[in-house]
T-cell receptor
Framework: QQQVKQSPQSLIVQKGGISIINCAYENTAFDYFPWYQQFPGKGPALLIAIRPDVSEKKEGRFTISFNKSAKQFSLHIMDSQPGDSATYFCAASRGSNYQLIWGAGTKLIIKP | DAGVTQSPTHLIKTRGQHVTLRCSPISGHKSVSWYQQVLGQGPQFIFQYYEKEERGRGNFPDRFSARQFPNYSSELNVNALLLGDSALYLC????????????FGPGTRLTVL
């Protein structure tokens, strides 16, 4: 019940296309769902996050879609650019428990 | 402002040895969390400290220990190293420990031979 399952494991998208990464969770107590971006040799950086009271959040080219009933959330990267090539992680945490549970990651490659 | 700093950047140890990893949080941040990231996987939570007290512990053996100092910097200690301890060890700092204000350092790459 603590797992966060992320797919796909890797993704290749043409420049200008839409990149979509999906995550599913089981613990309904989770109430914070962030996405992190990690470049090789760097620590993860918070990209965008959502709480279950909204179904969508958009920041620039990045959008999180959240489906509470299906216990799924996804990251959409519009107009994908080569600089977006990185590993993306979804994660979840609950209430006063500050432990983030992470997905396994998606390696995204944007082809020029 | 300096971000989260970690030292050393890379470390090579042999099985059975002990290692100490260090982390300096962002100025003003009072909470430090430690994560282990094995190659090809997401980070796994090890510890969180806030105001020098342990606030959370992940599912790691007692060989792993940590502490936070009065200046809010932190050390992660691992005893009796195993090959499986080879990983990137990440430190994250935040003002209060909340996951939505957490910033990660670049990590320490530990290789156990």
């Amino acid at each position: 019940q603590q797992q966060v399952k992320q797919s796909p494991q890797s993704l290749i998208v043409q420049k200008g296309g839409i990149s979509i990464i999906n995550c599913a969770y089981e613990n309904t107590a989770f109430d914070y769902f962030p996405w992190y971006q990690q470049f090789p040799g760097k620590g993860p950086a918070l990209l965008i996050a959502i709480r279950p009271d909204v179904s969508e959040k958009k920041e620039g080219r990045f959008t999180i879609s959240f489906n509470k009933s299906a216990k799924q959330f996804s990251l959409h990267i519009m107009d994908s650019q080569p600089g977006d090539s990185a590993t993306y992680f979804c994660a979840a945490s609950r209430g006063s428990n500050y432990q983030l549970i992470w997905g396994a990651g998606t390696k995204l490659i944007i082809k020029p | 402002d300096a971000g989260v700093t970690q030292s050393p950047t890379h470390l090579i140890k042999t099985r059975g040895q002990h290692v100490t990893l260090r982390c300096s949080p962002i100025s003003g941040h009072k909470s430090v969390s430690w994560y282990q990231q094995v190659l090809g996987q997401g980070p796994q939570f090890i510890f969180q400290y806030y105001e020098k007290e342990e606030r959370g512990r992940g599912n790691f053996p007692d060989r792993f220990s940590a502490r936070q100092f009065p200046n809010y910097s932190s050390e992660l200690n691992v005893n009796a190293l195993l090959l499986g301890d080879s990983a990137l060890y990440l430190c994250a700092s935040s003002l209060t420990g909340s996951t939505d204000t957490q910033y990660f350092g670049p990590g320490t790459r530990l290789t156990v031979l």
